[in-house]
């Protein structure tokens, strides 16, 4: 299988990858890797995308020295980095082919001391036709044991070109 990084860059393409790699030996830290790579960043905290469909994406981050505090847990901003992971990727999940989109908002609430493996999830629903949309998308950060440890507020613009169709008609 041929990846290359213009693919990994194309946020449109972001789902098809994944139905492609994840039922794969190895496919979804093949993923994972695509990520990193295409968002550097991002690849600090090693995300592992567990799930990936339209509207939804669940990603787990494991708990280790790099991502640490002072507090022996898992520093506020390694946080932070999974929830805008976790609510891009299902964004991403639902755009349609030249669609571009990006964070312009995020707000974290800490509900306790992160340590174990942390799981994010977030759902969306993105607003339908061409333009620039704004819009909220919410997720929660848990720990291994299930229980919240922080819940992600974060504000998404998409910009969606006229579809083909759409133009010809104009």
């Known amino acids: 299988m041929k990846i290359g990084i213009e693919l990994l860059r194309d946020p449109t393409r972001v789902l098809d990858l994944w139905k492609r790699?994840?039922?794969?030996t190895f496919g979804?830290?093949?993923?994972?890797r695509a990520?990193?790579?295409a968002v550097p960043y991002t690849g600090s905290i090693s995300p592992l995308?567990?799930?990936l469909e339209e509207g939804r994406a669940k990603v787990q981050?494991?708990?280790?020295?790099?991502?640490?505090n002072h507090l022996r847990?898992?520093?506020a901003v390694a946080l932070m980095n999974l929830g805008e992971a976790v609510t891009g990727l299902a964004v991403m999940s639902l755009?349609?082919?030249?669609?571009?989109g990006i964070v312009r908002e995020l707000a974290m609430e800490y509900v306790k001391k992160a340590r174990g493996t942390?799981?994010?999830?977030?759902r969306v629903e993105v607003p339908a036709g061409s333009g620039t949309h704004e819009f909220e998308v919410t997720g929660e950060l848990r720990n291994s044991i299930g229980e919240v440890v922080a819940r992600v507020r974060a504000r998404w613009r998409i910009d969606v070109p006229e579809a083909d169709g759409a133009a010809a008609a104009s």
């Open 28 to 32: 979804k830290q093949l993923f994972a």
């Open 35 to 37: 990520i990193s790579l």
């Open 73 to 75: 847990s898992v520093h």
């Open 95 to 100: 755009l349609p082919p030249g669609a571009r």
């Open 61 to 68: 981050m494991r708990d280790r020295w790099g991502v640490r």
């Open 21 to 24: 790699l994840s039922a794969k």
């Open 118 to 122: 942390i799981t994010g999830d977030a």
């Open 49 to 51: 995308v567990l799930e």
